[in-house]
């Protein structure tokens, strides 16, 4: 059974850092991408960075330059650098593995960023 376990939430105040990790435990098969995603109250979930099998990243226009996706393929774990945070970073943030057959999600983590 596939569990994804995330980390690294919590409260700062804007200018501020965090990481995000998200850990997989379980046999997953054929990824074709890793991601974080963000859901703002009364929201809908958005994208905010994918990393495919290959290494290629991706990323919402808020979060560029900013924000850096990387991952461990021994541990299986994907991360999310968040620096130079604003309040409007400010959600629930939640860890993706997709695969050919399947995706996964993390429990989200909240982050709020205070002006």
């Known amino acids: 059974q596939v569990q994804l376990v995330v980390s690294g939430g919590g409260l700062v105040q804007a200018g501020g850092s965090l990481r995000l990790s998200c850990a997989a435990s379980?046999?997953?098969?054929?990824?074709?991408?890793m991601g974080w995603y963000h859901q703002a109250p009364g929201k809908q979930r958005e994208l905010v960075a994918t990393?495919?099998?290959?290494?290629?990243?991706n990323y919402a226009d808020s979060v560029k330059g900013r924000f850096t996706i990387s991952r461990d393929n021994a541990k299986n774990t994907v991360y999310l650098q968040m620096n130079s945070l604003k309040p409007e970073d400010t959600a629930v943030y939640y860890c993706?593995?997709?695969?050919?057959?399947?995706?996964?999600w993390g429990q989200g983590t909240q982050v709020t960023v205070s002006s």
């Open positions: 379980g046999s997953i098969f054929s990824i074709r991408a």
């Open positions: 990393m495919t099998s290959s290494a290629r990243t």
């Open positions: 993706n593995i997709a695969t050919i057959l399947h995706d996964y």
